[in-house]
């Protein structure tokens, strides 16, 4: 057996060992057939799915295999041919849903959200504030900066925290959570003192201490007793009918008017002050009521303004004739409240406000401007008032009893002061400082007056009434009355035959 060398061994082994040369690879096909085969494919198979749902899924899942976004997207949209409400399908689209539609993108849906609200809006009467839509009525609330509670109450933001906080009122008095016991046990927050109902009315029972008695539609400052304070709280808001029925319109936010317990403090709050008094004309000396046109507390640089009357509960007759006043009181404070003279009373308070010791001039009190600025004429004015005092339906009268003897009453005062004077007289009515010296003279007009309102509302006199549509309707826009007013006296005028028999009757 031969040997070979080593060297000659090592290199046999080593040429067995390696690998015999593999046969070249297949070459692969171009990238750009590849596709052009998906894509044939792709279209092949949504071919064959066409108007099947479940089978344009699976060619869906197919496509997304390999990628092929745009034509996932193209099976997605032929999904939506089926069935336009697979959300699956929108979802991956990147629609968004809103008031069960799908857009295609969120600049889309916050257009038609916007188109449906501004629709909505307008079908309520809506109108734009800011950035929203809102209520016409609203508008001064949010002006104040007031906020709506979830019963819809309009509140300022301070009176929304504190009843968030627990806080309760008591009238118009904010009471702490701590003294809520003190509210149990039937005590009343007089200044620093809680004092039972009794000592309360005997506290508010002075000249500027009255009660400040919120009711449905005023705010009733009163030296009476509680018990007919309430009494003449729902004296005015039972018949208030009467004069929304006359404007078509209500005030805005509850006015105040003061009720007095007697004479004394009724002719003292017409005197005024030592250096103002408290009403411009003598209505107070001929009535049960006045209007205190020139009330006005410098301290806080308030227009106290308000309907003013007394309720004497010490007698019989007092008792009788203070539902007079409360209702002429009111009916002056709800004309003032409808038809007020903001721009004069700027002008008023300016003059004191940030002040030290700033005293109200009565001499320097704008009294012309403060009855220019208004929209109505005095006949309407104190007419609306005394129509609520003196030419009520009682309703209250015992069974058989003469439900409109306040008419009858007023027309028997009319024919003690001479009769009735001509309409185009009472229509022209202006008040003046002669009223002072002349109580009936203010008493007289004040019941004339009251006798064309009530002529217009229940005289039943056809042109004068459809006058009285067309003045109201003008009133309730908030524009100029001096037209409307005019055609209403004209139809007057024109009826003072009907007017005189319905005086009679």
Request: proline share 6%; hydrophobic share 40%; charged share 25%.
């Amino acid at each position: 057996m031969s040997t070979l060398p080593l060297h000659l061994l090592l290199a046999a082994l080593l040429s067995e060992a390696r690998p015999s040369p593999a046969a070249a690879p297949e070459p692969h096909p171009p990238a750009a057939t590849v596709q052009d085969d998906r894509k044939a494919e792709f279209e092949k198979r949504l071919a064959e799915a066409k108007g099947d749902r479940t089978a344009l899924w699976k060619v869906y899942d197919w496509a997304e295999a390999f990628g092929m976004t745009k034509e996932s997207r193209q099976v997605l949209r032929a999904i939506l041919e089926v069935d336009d409400g697979d959300a699956k399908a929108h979802e991956l689209l990147g629609h968004v849903q809103y008031d069960g539609k799908w857009f295609p993108n969120e600049k889309k849906k916050l257009e038609y959200q916007q188109q449906k609200e501004e629709a909505e809006a307008k079908a309520k009467g809506y109108v734009r504030y800011k950035d929203t839509w809102v209520d016409p009525k609203d508008i001064p609330y949010l002006e104040k900066g007031w906020v709506k509670t979830e019963s819809g109450e309009w509140v300022d933001p301070e009176e929304h925290k504190r009843v968030t906080e627990g806080w309760v009122k008591q009238d118009l008095t904010w009471i702490a959570p701590e003294d809520k016991p003190k509210l149990e046990q039937g005590l009343w927050k007089c200044g620093d003192q809680w004092l039972s109902l009794e000592e309360a009315d005997k506290y508010h029972s002075k000249f500027g201490q009255w009660w400040q008695i919120p009711g449905r539609h005023f705010v009733l400052w009163t030296t009476l007793d509680r018990a007919t304070a309430m009494q003449a709280l729902d004296e005015i808001d039972g018949g208030l009918a009467d004069l929304n029925s006359f404007f078509g319109v209500s005030p805005k936010t509850p006015p105040h008017l003061l009720l007095l317990n007697s004479l004394d403090q009724y002719n003292a709050m017409a005197k005024g002050s030592e250096t103002v008094a408290y009403e411009a004309f003598g209505f107070s000396g001929g009535t049960y009521g006045f209007f205190a046109d020139l009330w006005f507390d410098p301290a806080s640089s308030k227009y106290l303004g308000c309907g003013v009357g007394y309720w004497d509960a010490s007698s019989e007759a007092g008792n009788r004739f203070g539902r007079h006043a409360a209702r002429l009181a009111a009916g002056l404070s709800y004309v003032e409240a409808l038809d007020a003279s903001p721009k004069a009373i700027a002008k008023l308070t300016a003059s004191t406000s940030g002040k030290k010791n700033a005293r109200f001039d009565p001499n320097k009190f704008p009294l012309g401007d403060f009855y220019g600025e208004k929209r109505l004429p005095f006949s309407l004015r104190y007419g609306a008032a005394a129509f609520f005092e003196r030419y009520f339906i009682d309703r209250t009268a015992p069974s058989g009893g003469d439900v409109h003897w306040p008419r009858h009453w007023a027309m028997q005062n009319i024919e003690r002061r001479g009769g009735l004077d001509p309409l185009a007289k009472i229509l022209a009515f202006q008040p003046d400082q002669s009223m002072q010296a002349d109580p009936d003279k203010a008493g007289k007009m004040a019941s004339q007056c009251g006798l064309v309102i009530s002529f217009i509302m229940h005289g039943n006199c056809q042109p004068v009434q459809e006058a009285h549509r067309a003045w109201r309707e003008a009133f309730q826009a908030g524009g100029d009355m001096e037209k409307p007013t005019l055609a209403l006296f004209k139809a007057l005028e024109a009826s003072e035959a009907e007017f005189r028999k319905y005086a009679s009757s």
